[in-house]
Structures are given as C-alpha cells and as structure tokens.
C-alpha cells in the first residue's frame, strides 16, 4: 500500500479502559460524510494497516466514538493510541471543479491575484481554529488561512491553486 493512495481522516486520540471503544478525532472539515465507513487504516510501524469497524457513533463535531473488530478490548485497543488514521482515496466523494480536498493541493503551486507565484504548498496545518496552506517560496515560508473567500480557483491538471490574499498578507513573508 503507498500512502500517496490514502488521506489522514484523523488520529486515535483515546481509548476508553473499560470498553475498548477508541475516540477517533476527525482531522477534516465533513466528518459525517465518513459516518458509513467499514474500513479504516492505522499507521503502526510507519505502514498502514487495515481494520474492520463494527460500530461507530458520532460524540461530537469533531469526533466519534469507534470500535474495531478484533481489537475491542481495552488492552487491544490501548495500543491504536495516537496512530493517524487513514482511508483510501477512492473513499472520497465527488466534489466540484471548484472544490478540493485538503491533502490534495499538497506540491500545488500557488497564484496570487496581485503577487503571481508565490511558492508550492508544502502542507497543511491544523489549527483549531482554521487549517492554514504552509507555502514554501525559495527559503522563506508564507502562511495562507484556508479560507472559502481567498481562494479563485484550482487547475487539476496545471496543480495550481489561484488565490486573491488579503492586502499585505503575502507582503509580510516576501518583505522580511
């Protein structure tokens, strides 16, 4: 399995010690759009390994309550702890042509309305408050929120993401 295949759906934040039930916090913006999953991937040992889910329910926005099959004893599950979770690509749903998914824009080259190329995404950070583009341009980094309003539109096919920043956001990073 290569993990260019796959996109972090989220991490095993905790495991509750009597039930084995595992809290699973989303690292996506729909999560209920993954609430039918039978399958999950789970990082161990720097590869993906698959796992049978035999009930999951939501506990809040940001995060459900699962448990897996052959795994739904505490002791079992204790261990799936703080590994990242993963599903496969073909697990996405259809978006439109202005729409995209987080993992995918990763290595898309980035086109500012005022300052043209200003770099390639190198990732995306989380924060609780909004997910922010980390763009690498020449040795300098440039932070961008993703936000519905600065972003134009993306070209597939080219891998670039066309974007209007707010005035004198972009000016910060180049001019430092």
């Not at 039930?21 to 996506?28: H, K, N, Q, V």
């Not at 993906?48 to 448990?67: A, E, H, M, W, Y």
């Amino acid at each position: 399995m290569d993990k260019k295949d796959f996109f972090i759906l989220g991490k095993i934040a905790k495991c509750n010690r009597k039930t084995g039930e595992l809290t699973l916090a989303f690292d996506t913006r729909e999560p209920a759009s993954f609430y039918e999953t039978k399958i999950i991937f789970i990082e161990i040992d720097g590869g993906l390994v698959p796992f049978f889910i035999s009930n999951l329910r939501p506990k809040s926005r940001d995060n459900c309550l699962v448990v897996l099959e052959d795994f739904n004893t505490p002791e079992k599950a204790e261990k799936l702890v703080g590994n990242d979770v993963y599903l496969s690509n073909d697990q996405l749903g259809e978006i439109s042509d202005d729409q995209f998914y987080a993992n995918e824009i990763i290595g898309y080259e980035v086109i500012d309305e005022v300052h043209g190329a200003i770099g390639t995404i190198e990732q995306i950070i989380e924060n609780t408050q909004q997910e922010i583009l980390q763009i690498r341009f020449g040795k300098k980094e440039i932070l961008i929120p993703l936000v519905d309003e600065i972003f134009d539109k993306i070209n597939r096919r080219q891998k670039k993401l066309f974007i209007n920043a707010p005035e004198g956001l972009i000016d910060l990073y180049l001019n430092e």
